[in-house]
């Protein structure tokens, strides 16, 4: 059973971070790509950004030079770290990979 568990979600002030988590179980991570999505309300989910197998990293353009995506294959875990944030990344975070979809973790940022 393939399981995707987001953590790390929260309320902060902009121009504050937060760093997301992704632990994966179930599929031998370190052969897949990961993905980011978010889904503001009232939106289509989109793509944040992607983390290859091989540990190369694409972003969207609303969010390069903000956020990182890291892996650690040993944890079976995909990080995503967030800086500089701004009230319009106020989302419900998910984790992607191969047609398997985490919860989501809500980011709220609000003064």
């Known amino acids: 059973q393939v399981q995707l568990v987001e953590s790390g979600g929260g309320l902060v002030q902009p121009g504050g971070s937060l760093r997301l988590s992704c632990i994966v179980s179930?599929?031998?991570?370190?052969?897949?790509?990961m993905d980011w999505y978010r889904q503001a309300p009232g939106e289509q989910r989109e793509l944040v950004g992607r983390?290859?197998?091989?540990?190369?990293?694409n972003y969207a353009d609303s969010v390069r030079g903000r956020f990182t995506i890291s892996r650690d294959n040993a944890k079976n875990t995909v990080y995503l770290q967030m800086n500089s944030l701004k009230p319009e990344d106020t989302a419900v975070y998910y984790c992607k990979t191969v047609g398997y979809w985490g919860q989501g973790t809500q980011v709220t940022v609000s003064s």
């Open positions: 179930g599929i031998a991570f370190r052969m897949y790509a």
């Open positions: 983390i290859t197998r091989g540990g190369n990293t």
